[in-house]
Nanobody, 120 residues
Framework: QVQFVESGGGLVQPGGSLRLSCAAS????????MAWYRQGPGKQRELVAV???????NYAGPVKGRFTISRDDAKKTVYLQMNSLRPEDTAVYYC??????????????WGQGTQVTVSS
């Protein structure tokens, strides 16, 4: 089994910054893609940013230039640095990883979610 610990969410004023982290543990052989998704009030879950094993990244349009995704494979952790936050960034943020376990099968895993609220 794989467990996630997400942290870093909270309340921040517009223009502020937050850094999310998501650490995986358990029966992990290797990790391919790591990503962050978010789900705002009354909205569907959407992709925010993704980073593949090579380090290449991709971002959703609304966060380009403001958010930065990174990974530390030794710590099995993905980060999301969020700058210049806007009220429309308010959402529950979920980490996602594609992980190959000790049975050498690839599976998708989700974190429990962390609330980010941007408000004055």
């Amino acid at each position: 089994q794989v467990q996630f610990v997400e942290s870093g969410g909270g309340l921040v004023q517009p223009g502020g910054s937050l850094r999310l982290s998501c650490a995986a543990s358990g029966n992990i052989n290797s990790i391919d893609t790591m990503a962050w998704y978010r789900q705002g009030p009354g909205k569907q879950r959407e992709l925010v940013a993704v980073i593949v094993s090579s380090g290449a990244t991709n971002y959703a349009g609304p966060v380009k230039g403001r958010f930065t995704i990174s990974r530390d494979d030794a710590k099995k952790t993905v980060y999301l640095q969020m700058n210049s936050l806007r009220p429309e960034d308010t959402a529950v943020y979920y980490c996602h990883m594609r992980i190959r376990g000790t049975l050498l099968r690839w599976d998708d895993y989700w974190g429990q979610g962390t609330q980010v609220t941007v408000s004055s």
